[in-house]
């Protein structure tokens, strides 16, 4: 991940440099690895990056060959070089950098750019000539993105990852919807990703069933979210859908082993360029303007993954309190695939120290997307420590409002990149389309029972290796904040029965105290507690941006999985396991 801010048509930009540089140096734990910025006329983009792809040519703001038109962008572009091979027209590219392709394509599909874009991105063009800025962000909203204005620069509108960037010079700010495009010609944000299935909820989708494909989509989602020319790891809970990437992604680390070893043999006995797989001594060549492939990490037109350092092993990571049931099965899954499994342990109080520091990172007060996240937040800053620089880690409208959320920003917090495979376009195409009978969980399917059976060796064509051990597959779901322990949420909710009182719940005690709430009431001493957090970090406009996640399977208010009675009854059998 990588931090933008961006500022147009400020009425003085050149005395608003300074200050921008600085609101673009609040995300820079996002971007450790170089800053840059660039002005022209009005505008100025700044950029704190965090070097993925295209390592050692990839600094941003990357400018057209004339100077005109200059991109800032957060995120990876997996079909990259699918698109540099299908422009109409020949293009001058001067670096490795996945992203230098939608300059190209604006200049042959302008504000359509974005429709043509596989991969999680937020982004600003400037273009000097027309004085013109299209910002863009990814269908779902994984990035995270934000416009602002101001009632001192009326004329003016902003850009940026974070909040933070942004209420020190706006008093207005809006969650940047996802699959959406900004023109300033029309000053208006219109949508780009418009899916059937997205977009006339009421038609109900009636293709059968098909588990061959669901495999195979999944597949390529995992395999082109290894893209990387940089260590890469996955976060392993031990649950059904980690345990999926990180077995798909095993299988095509050992599929790269392999294909490396031989090309280094085709090397030793004479029969081979001194390249291997797009390397030479470990550096990848830049392209010049007539090579547009080579050395490029990405995926091809095949959907093989092409042109990436190759790793000795790859690593997986958990994270829970001493004894939780995801870190076992966890552990169980690595031993299974063969992974170098790092599993790490964090106390409740390490967790409760740790909340301000989530809150400010997270820039929400949400309950469920705190209590998952703290964890996630506690295992970036070990898995950084370690040089790893990129994670593979999923309700679709407003997941930009809480688990995109929770994954970009808990792990941009210490410079890790999560990649979720289970949001690729052509998978969620699928998936969205299938009859909704087949989805539906009774008492002989299971929740994810489509998924599951996909990968069930029943499936799978003879003679094939099982993807993983049976009782991992068919694994009842944890929710990640009761998986890394049963103890944790407990926690959170005694240590908040001591920073607010029962006074302090009282209704008419609240508008009177914190008017600013209006209407948005928490309905629990947690819940008060981390909003009280988020006002110490925030001014109160920027509670519009927060959506707080309710739950829809009870009454009850909980935002905890424990309200179904099977996870409730995993919750009592947990807690007298680590009781004993």
Request: aromatic share 10%.
């Amino acid at each position: 991940m990588c931090g933008i801010f961006c500022s147009h048509c400020h009425p003085d930009v050149k005395a608003f440099r300074q200050t921008a540089i600085r609101m673009g140096k609040q995300v820079k734990h996002r971007g450790p690895d170089w800053s840059g910025n660039h002005t022209a006329n009005n505008t100025i983009l700044v950029h704190e990056r965090l070097s993925i792809v295209g390592v050692d040519t990839g600094a941003q703001p990357i400018l057209s060959e004339d100077g005109n038109i200059a991109l800032a962008v957060n995120g990876e572009i997996y079909n990259h070089k699918i698109l540099r091979k299908k422009l109409h027209h020949s293009y001058p590219f001067k670096t490795h950098s996945d992203c230098e392709v939608i300059i190209p394509l604006y200049q042959e599909y302008g504000i359509d750019a974005p429709k043509h874009l596989d991969g999680m991105f937020s982004w600003v063009l400037h273009d000097k000539k027309q004085d013109r800025l299209i910002a863009a962000r990814d269908p779902i909203g994984i990035t995270t993105f934000y416009i602002g204005r101001s009632s001192s620069t009326p004329g003016a509108v902003f850009f940026a990852s974070e909040l933070k960037c942004l209420h020190p010079v706006c008093d207005q700010i809006e969650a940047f919807l996802p699959g959406h495009v900004y023109d300033s010609k029309t000053d208006k944000l219109t949508r780009y990703y418009t899916p059937k299935w997205l977009m006339e909820p009421s038609s109900i989708p009636t293709t059968p069933l098909d588990l061959t494909l669901i495999r195979e989509t999944f597949e390529r989602s995992v395999r082109w979210r290894l893209m990387a020319e940089v260590p890469y790891g996955v976060l392993l809970s031990g649950g059904l859908d980690s345990s999926l990437v990180a077995a798909i992604a095993q299988r095509e680390t050992l599929r790269l082993q392999r294909e490396y070893a031989k090309k280094q043999a085709a090397l030793l006995s004479g029969t081979s360029t001194p390249a291997v797989n797009g390397y030479v001594n470990g550096t990848p060549p830049v392209p010049t303007n007539g090579e547009i492939d080579e050395g490029l990490a990405g995926i091809d037109e095949n959907y093989h993954l092409t042109d990436v350092p190759v790793l000795s092993q790859l690593n997986s990571f958990s994270i829970g309190l001493p004894g939780a049931p995801d870190g076992l099965a966890a552990l169980e899954v690595a031993r299974f695939l063969g992974t170098k499994h790092h599993t790490f342990t964090f106390t409740i109080q390490e967790g409760l120290d740790a909340l301000y520091d989530v809150i400010f990172h997270l820039e929400t007060y949400d309950v469920t997307t705190i209590r998952a996240s703290t964890p996630m937040f506690l295992l970036s800053r070990k898995i950084k420590a370690m040089g790893v620089k990129m994670e593979t880690v999923r309700r679709v409208n407003n997941l930009h409002l809480a688990d995109c959320l929770r994954a970009n920003k808990s792990t941009s917090a210490w410079g890790v990149e999560a990649r979720v495979p289970f949001l690729d376009k052509e998978f969620l195409e699928v998936s969205m389309n299938i009859d909704p009978q087949e989805k539906m969980i009774t008492k002989d399917k299971m929740e994810k029972y489509i998924l599951r059976q996909a990968f069930d060796p029943a499936s799978l064509p003879p003679g094939s290796k099982p993807y993983l051990p049976h009782k991992i597959l068919w694994r009842q779901k944890e929710q990640f904040s009761d998986g890394v322990g049963y103890g944790w949420i407990d926690g959170l909710k005694d240590e908040a029965k001591k920073m607010v009182t029962d006074e302090q719940m009282k209704p008419d005690v609240i508008r009177k105290e914190k008017p600013q709430w209006g209407t948005d009431i928490p309905d629990s001493k947690e819940a008060y507690w981390y909003r009280c957090m988020f006002d110490e970090h925030f001014p109160p406009y920027c509670a519009s941006t927060v959506m707080r996640w309710t739950p829809t399977w009870s009454k009850q208010t909980d935002p905890s999985g424990r309200a179904i009675g099977v996870h409730e009854a995993a919750y009592e059998e947990g807690k007298e396991k680590e009781q004993e």
